[in-house]
């Protein structure tokens, strides 16, 4: 996954794609900094996880772009998120988080929200990168209320 990205960048510095290379270079950062913190190379989950924090931090950015009718910077800003997206697995559907959350429940035995903590233990490491956790966190408070 860091090789593909470093590859990337230097195919957008040649074909002059002035957006991706913009990207591209602040997950480089972002990549090298996670790596001087860890002082060990990233693996491909690590990576995924800072492409996820990234994607939420522009999302978030999108909600203040809109209270400020910054149309201009909307765009610019989705445009970053489709070419982070695209480095990132292929998105589970609603119904298989719904299935895995489910089994993790039964799993844990999980019966009140209290027990939030355990199930979010148990389906994070297999839903990290693969959907986004806060509709997870929502969901799995949704279904422990409602037990």
């Known amino acids: 996954m860091r090789e593909q990205l470093l590859k990337d960048l230097v195919a957008a510095m040649k074909s002059q794609d002035k957006e991706k290379l913009s990207v591209l270079r ?4 972002a990549m ?3 790596e001087i913190n860890k002082k060990k190379e990233l693996t491909d989950d690590e990576v995924i996880a800072l492409l996820a ?3 939420k931090t522009r999302k978030e950015s999108i909600v203040e772009f809109e209270k400020g009718n910054r149309e201009d910077l909307i765009e610019k800003t989705n445009a970053e998120i489709a070419i982070l997206e695209s480095y990132m697995p292929e998105q ?3 119904e298989e988080v719904e299935k895995i959350i489910v089994e993790a429940i039964q799993k844990v035995q ?3 929200p209290s027990d939030m903590g355990k199930v979010m233990g148990v389906i994070t490491p297999q839903l990290r990168g693969k959907t986004d956790m806060s509709s997870v966190s929502k969901i799995v408070k949704e279904k422990l209320t409602n037990q």
């Open 26 to 29: 602040m997950v480089k950062g």
């Open 32 to 34: 090298q900094l996670e």
């Open 53 to 55: 924090k990234q994607i």
């Open 92 to 94: 589970l559907s609603e």
């Open 110 to 112: 999980a019966e009140k």
